[in-house]
């Protein structure tokens, strides 16, 4: 990691993309020098459907961001948010007989669990590889056990596979801009890293982020990526059932849902009936403001049951669940949304929301910052350009 020169990340979502340029002193903590964000045209569920306005949205502002700081960029960290992650968790173990756990034990066990994936994962590519726990003889362990005797050792990993076409194109359109890729980073782990390091969150947590269109959750433990699973729906089915039960228009419910403040709402009496000013394309109709309170606790009721409270993917990690970081997309919804959620029970979950203002835009490029700089503990680094083998990268990453 040079100290000298900025380096370059591009955070690519369907309504932004955001231009990051970051320097790093010489204890590799970071620093934002500069960024822009653009509105993004050409992408769609995380995968680019129309290569021209994608890459002159890139060329363009990457003009931009290098006359801004006067520096020539070839070379860039992305961070991307596709609709489709495979996770795979695969148990590797060896038979110690008493004796020590050595690096070429470590090595075999990562070797044949890629070779195993590979094999069944044809179509797809690694972008990130966990660590997810050791033991020795059923004794848990925090890091690599090299070195330490027993008689039966154990190891969890976690894949997170992306498919291969997906990772070509964004390569191919990189390229035409002159840009070569150092490194694919998924948002959610990005999140997470900038969480764990900026945040006062428990370690075993999960991020629910409720985009407009679609919604993901990312399950974190010690500090581990370990699960990621996709939905189709976002924070529109709110504005979609008040327009559909009350009639409304869905420009019209959209302005009450933005212009409504739950928590002022909630004293006012049973028939407190909407203002005429919200009625500018409908004609006027007597609606509790309480029933639009309803309708969104309903909706969002039941999108934390699928969520979480009755996600079966989530059986064997829901014990070991500390908090819930909830992730609104529409800076609008955050407050309205967040009011529903702190009036329901979750046990003794710690519930932490993102705040409404634009810098939460920067969560991932921060992340990645200290993920590039600093590397994370429990993860082993795929990097997509080097000459080197997958697993002899891997290998790498873990014991230097």
Not at 14 to 23: N, Q, Y
Not at 67 to 74: P, R, S
Not at 316 to 325: A, D, P, V
Not at 351 to 375: C, H, Q, W
């Amino acid at each position: 990691m040079q100290t000298d020169q900025p380096y370059l990340f591009i955070d690519i979502d369907d309504k932004k993309i955001i231009f990051s340029a970051i320097k790093y002193n010489q204890k590799l903590d970071h620093e934002i020098i500069a960024n822009i964000i653009v509105n993004s045209e050409g992408i769609l569920n995380g995968k680019i459907i129309n290569v021209e306005k994608f890459t002159k949205i890139i060329k363009n502002t990457l003009n931009e961001m290098e006359e801004k700081i006067n520096h020539l960029f070839t070379n860039a960290i992305i961070i991307i948010n596709p609709d489709k992650i495979n996770c795979i968790n695969v148990c590797g173990y060896k038979k110690l007989n008493g004796s020590q756990v050595s690096k070429e034990d470590i090595t075999y066990i990562l070797n044949d669990s890629k070779k195993l994936i590979a094999l069944n994962e044809e179509k797809s590519s690694l972008v990130h590889l966990f660590n997810s726990s050791f033991s020795i003889d059923s004794d848990n362990l925090e890091n690599l056990p090299i070195g330490l005797f027993g008689e039966f050792y154990n190891q969890n990993m976690t894949f997170f596979l992306l498919d291969k076409i997906t990772l070509k194109n964004i390569k191919s359109l990189f390229n035409k801009c002159e840009i070569n890729i150092d490194r694919v980073v998924l948002k959610s782990f990005a999140e997470g890293v900038n969480l764990l390091t900026s945040k006062s969150i428990e370690k075993n947590f999960m991020i629910f982020r409720i985009g407009e269109e679609r919604s993901s959750l990312s399950l974190f433990k010690n500090k581990c990526y370990l699960y990621s699973e996709e939905f189709s729906f976002g924070s529109n089915l709110l504005i979609q059932d008040l327009s559909k039960i009350c009639s409304l228009k869905i420009a019209e419910a959209e302005n009450i849902l933005k212009d409504l403040k739950f928590q002022n709402c909630i004293d006012l009496g049973e028939n407190q009936i909407l203002d005429k000013k919200y009625f500018t394309h409908s004609p006027f109709r007597k609606i509790r403001v309480k029933l639009i309170l309803e309708i969104v606790k309903a909706r969002l009721d039941e999108l934390f049951e699928i969520f979480y409270e009755k996600n079966i993917n989530l059986n064997y990690y829901n014990k070991t669940i500390r908090g819930i970081y909830i992730y609104i997309e529409d800076l609008n919804l955050i407050e309205n949304i967040k009011f529903i959620f702190t009036k329901k029970e979750i046990g003794n979950l710690q519930i932490t929301f993102n705040e409404p203002y634009d810098e939460r835009l920067l969560s991932a490029s921060v992340g990645a910052a200290e993920l590039v700089g600093k590397g994370w503990e429990k993860e082993a680094i795929p990097i997509i350009q080097s000459k080197k083998s997958i697993i002899s990268r891997l290998f790498s990453s873990l014991f230097n």
